[in-house]
């Protein structure tokens, strides 16, 4: 079964810093990884994903992931964080069956943003 | 086009009382479901769905029920409810591997 960790519950980085937060996935076969944010009380929001190819991949809001097969990590950075980043984070890989289509979430990273 | 919608937005309740969220998609996907999301824990699959007539377990399924007799939509009812069902849930519909979010559903049970 597939099987998602986060392990940074918490991040806290100074405006303009760059940012990296880890994922490591488990997965049997060739895995399609996510990431989304949520702002507090608010929705989901698809940042990027990986199928296949290219191993880094591109995002909204300035963010990308790169995919590394041999580390099983699927990590997100952004350059220069702003302070309207600050946000839970959540790392998924999805899978397919015949009777659906599920993502496995990761329980997520808290960013904060000090200015 | 509305995407997913979920109703309604809040909701009380009593331990031991039952109700039903409600999924609506208008993107004619076949793949739908239904997350909980806790503090802490992530979002945890509760149940899911490829079309009408055919359901499956997720992670999390005990003291929730689904069926799916249209595409458009996929309602998750609470049988008995019970404190530990305090949560956010939210109903996803997918295209491919996308799967589009709805606004959630905070649900708390006294």
């Known amino acids: 079964a597939q099987s998602v960790t986060q392990p940074d519950i918490h991040i806290t980085v100074s405006e303009g810093a760059s940012l990296e937060l880890r994922c490591n996935y488990s997965y049997g076969a060739t895995p399609y990884l996510f990431w989304y944010v949520q702002s507090p009380g608010q929705g989901l929001q698809l940042l990027l994903k990986?199928?296949?190819?290219?191993?880094l991949v591109q995002g909204i809001k300035g963010f990308e992931a790169e995919f590394k097969r041999s580390q099983s990590s699927f990590n997100l950075r952004k350059p220069s964080v702003h302070w309207s980043d600050a946000a839970e984070y959540f790392c998924?890989?999805?899978?397919?069956?015949?009777?659906?289509?599920?993502?496995?979430f990761g329980a997520g990273t808290i960013l904060r943003v000090k200015s | 086009n509305a995407g997913v919608t979920q109703t309604p937005k809040f909701q009380v309740l009593k331990t031991g009382q039952s109700m039903t969220l409600q999924c609506a998609q208008d993107?004619?996907?076949?793949?739908m479901s239904w997350y909980r999301q806790d503090p802490g824990m992530g979002l945890r699959l509760i149940h899911y769905?490829?079309?009408?007539?055919?359901?499956d377990q997720g992670e999390v399924p005990n003291g929730y029920n689904v069926s799916r007799s249209t595409t458009e939509d996929f309602p998750l009812r609470l049988l008995s409810a019970a404190p530990s069902q305090t949560s956010v849930y939210f109903c996803?519909?997918?295209?491919?591997?996308?799967?589009?979010f709805g606004p959630g559903t905070r649900l708390t049970v006294t």
């Open positions: 990986y199928f296949s190819g290219d191993t």
């Open positions: 998924a890989v999805g899978a397919r069956n015949y009777y659906g289509n599920k993502l496995v």
């Open positions: 996803a519909s997918t295209d491919a591997y996308e799967q589009y």
């Open positions: 769905s490829v079309g009408a007539g055919i359901t």
């Open positions: 993107m004619n996907h076949e793949y």
